[in-house]
Structure formats: C-alpha cells, structure tokens
C-alpha cells in the first residue's frame, strides 16, 4: 500500500509546509508516500486515479483539509474524496460537513441528550427577535458564525452583556462572514473549566482529556479565541481530578458516536456548577506539532507526533479492514 498526501496549506501553524513535511517525514518512515499540492480539483483527481490504477486500487488518502482551496472554500475535500471512491483518513463528508455546521451539531447533540449550551440562531435584519430569544437564556451570551471552524470569528467582543452588543456582534457577524449567528449560553463563573478531548478511534480507542490552562495563557477573558490559535498561545495541562476525567471522556466518546465520526476527532467542553456542556466537536481537528491532538497525545500517552501519525493511519485502515470483513460475512 502506498499513501497520496494532499497538501493544502494556509496562514495556519497546523496547515503550514512546514507541517505537511513533518506529516510526510512520518508516513515514509512506514509507507511509501506521495503528495500533491494544487487548488485544481480536476488536477488532484487524476493524480489520485492514476496513482489508484498503477497500484491496483491499494492506495490510502492522508487528507486533513476541509478545503483544497480554503481561502474561497473551494472544493470540499471528505465529499470530494467519497464521490471519487478513495478511501480517505478521517469522517465522510457528510460528517464533516455537519461538524462545520454548528446548529446542525446542537440538534444531534440534544436528541442524543448530551448537554450544550442552550442557543439560538440569529438571522440578519431580525433584530427584533433577537431580543425576546435572548431573554429565553439570559445574558451573557457567546456569538459566533455558524458554520466556521479553527476559532474563526471568535474574540472577546464574542461575549455580550446587552442588546445593543448582541445586535452589534450579529451584525459584525454578516458583515464579516456573511452567514448567520450561532448565539449560546455563555458557561462561566468561577468555577468554569474548559476542556479539550482529543478521540482517536481503532482497535483500541484512545482518549486524551487536557484542560486549558488559561492562568498560564495570562488572557484577560478565557475563551480560546482566533488570535490564540493562529499564534499557538494555548497552553494545556492535565486533568487532575478523576471525576472531571471521567465526565470529559463519557461525553467526548458520546458525541462522537452521535455525530458518526471517524478516525478522530476533538470535543471540546466547559463545566461550572450547574454541569458539563459540550461547546462543539472538530471533525477534523489541526494536526500542527502544537496543536491539541499531538500534544495531548503525548502529555497522556507518550505518544510523539511521528507516531501519532502512523496511528491515525493505521487507524483508518482498520477501519477500511473491518468494514470490508463485515460486507464479505
């Protein structure tokens, strides 16, 4: 077998050259490996079915881009590969794309009874309903584009206290990512803590609880905003107390059947008083040296990136294996 790397880069640490290499070097110390870097989807296409057909159909995809083209969010690469038949690291695209889509994820998370931040979503020019919606939660509240991902939209002005700031974060919202709103309960308080658990599937499926360690962060409002992720300023530790464990790891492995993900994923969830909530699952989390999968990864199992990487891939190649043994029986 051998693996076609897709390179689509961006601005990001996880999405970098410098990333992908790194990705590269690790596959080839198991596999034989070959990338491609192009924004044309009819390009990538023959390149995979050529590679498919010179190798008999034994080739796997190493993809971790939502987009070939992310700048214009240009061909939606998990639906791309599924209609191409190319078995591919990661969810289908009909997963991913309900992962980008954060109202679509909070239905399935209540009708699978998972708790999350009560919410509403706020179209444009409805500044009259916005009002009588908020009231059904109670300020503050968190304002964020519905279907962004990598903390995209977010900052401190995503917190709001009033109608006036709830009508201004909507509409700076439209203006600037030209979709709606998802509005949510803000989960804070003193007692708030945040965690990040890290899935990854296979024979034997591991979990990687982490906390944000936001003291260590010195951020005046703690919340993992754009900023942050696009300079690696998070910082992480681990969780101390067995309770909080447990709870972190029964809801991330809840939400990830419930979504239908695959391969891995990235759960991410506060607790104050009142409980634990989910505030989103990243289908297809980053995969940079310092993001959270790798570096929970290895902060709970040793695990150093080269081999989480081959993990994955194994990961998904037993996956490819059983479905294949469940069709044959």
């Known amino acids: 077998m ?9 601005d990001k640490p996880w999405r970098s050259p410098e990333t992908y290499q790194l990705i590269e070097e690790s596959i080839r110390e198991k596999w034989a490996v070959r990338s491609i870097h192009t924004l044309d989807p009819g ?8 590679f498919k057909q010179e190798l008999d159909g034994d080739i796997f995809v190493f993809n971790i881009a939502e987009y070939l083209d992310e ?30 889509n954060k109202e679509r994820t909070k ?3 209540e009708l699978h009874k998972i708790p999350t931040p009560r919410y509403f979503v706020a179209e444009q020019g409805r500044e009259a309903a916005l009002q009588s919606h908020a009231m059904n939660i109670a300020y503050p509240l968190f304002v964020k584009p519905l279907g ?11 917190i709001v206290y009033d109608e006036e700031g709830l009508v201004n974060a909507v509409n700076h919202n439209f ?5 709606p709103a998802l509005v949510e309960e803000y989960i804070r308080g003193d007692s708030m803590r945040e965690f990040s658990v890290g899935v990854i599937d296979g024979e034997c499926r591991i979990m990687t609880p982490v906390e944000i360690d936001y003291q260590s962060m010195n951020m005046a409002v703690p919340i993992l905003d754009h900023a942050a992720a696009e300079n690696d300023l998070e910082r992480i530790m681990p ?27 990235r759960v991410d969830i506060r607790m104050n008083t009142s409980g634990y909530y ?25 695990l150093p990136y080269d081999q989480l990487i081959q993990r994955l891939v194994e990961t998904a190649l037993f996956r490819r294996s059983s479905a294949a043994q469940s069709l044959a029986a």
């Open 71 to 100: 700048k214009n969010k240009v061909a939606f690469l998990p639906s791309l590969l599924d209609e191409w038949g190319m078995p591919h690291l990661g969810s289908t695209g009909k997963v991913a794309a309900i992962g980008l």
């Open 107 to 109: 239905r399935l998370l």
């Open 43 to 50: 390009k990538l296409r023959h390149f995979l079915q050529d």
């Open 2 to 10: 051998e693996v076609a790397l897709i390179r689509s880069y961006t």
């Open 278 to 302: 989910v505030l989103e699952i990243n289908i297809m989390p980053g995969l940079g040296p310092n993001s959270f999968l790798p570096e929970a990864a290895w902060s709970n199992h040793c």
């Open 148 to 158: 962004e991902g990598g903390h995209i939209g977010i900052s401190p002005q995503s």
């Open 175 to 179: 203006e600037e990512y030209h979709q």
């Open 239 to 265: 969780v101390q107390d067995e309770q909080a464990q447990d709870a972190v790891i029964s809801l991330a492995e809840r939400t990830f059947e419930a979504v239908g993900a695959r391969d891995y994923s």
